[in-house]
């Protein structure tokens, strides 16, 4: 069974560091690229980063580039998403997807079938 469960969310002051895992199973990351998403509360859901199966190629959305990083743990299954210099609209739910290709402007993945059940990171003073 193809599963993806988030983690590492939480209440973080603005300027604050927070680390996101998302666990694959049922499928390698070796052939599926991964995306995040985030949906702010009355937003609709937006695309953040990815990262390719092929040769971990990393994509981000221009309001995070800079700030996060996306990487991949091949023996974990893992994809993380460090998050640095965490700003009030950074809060929402987050995402992981997994697609059939990264968006080249870095707004997450392509042709999604599989999502998680994703997790709160609230930004807060």
């Known amino acids: 069974q193809l599963q993806l469960v988030e983690s590492g969310g939480g209440l973080v002051q603005p300027g604050g560091s927070l680390r996101l895992s998302c666990v694959v199973s049922g499928f390698t990351l070796d052939y599926r690229p991964i995306g995040w998403f985030r949906q702010a509360p009355g937003q609709e859901r937006e695309g953040i980063s990815c990262?390719?199966?092929?040769?971990?190629?990393?994509y981000y959305a221009d309001f995070v580039k800079g700030r996060f990083t996306i990487s991949r743990d091949s023996a974990e299954n893992t994809v993380n998403l460090q998050m640095n210099n965490l700003l009030l609209e950074d809060t929402g739910v987050y995402y992981c997807?997994?697609?059939?290709?990264?968006?080249?402007?870095?707004?997450?993945?392509?042709?999604?079938?599989?999502w998680g059940q994703g997790t709160q990171v609230t930004v807060s003073s």
């Open positions: 990262i390719q199966s092929s040769d971990d190629r990393t």
């Open positions: 997807a997994s697609g059939r290709y990264c968006r080249g402007d870095g707004r997450g993945s392509l042709r999604n079938e599989y």
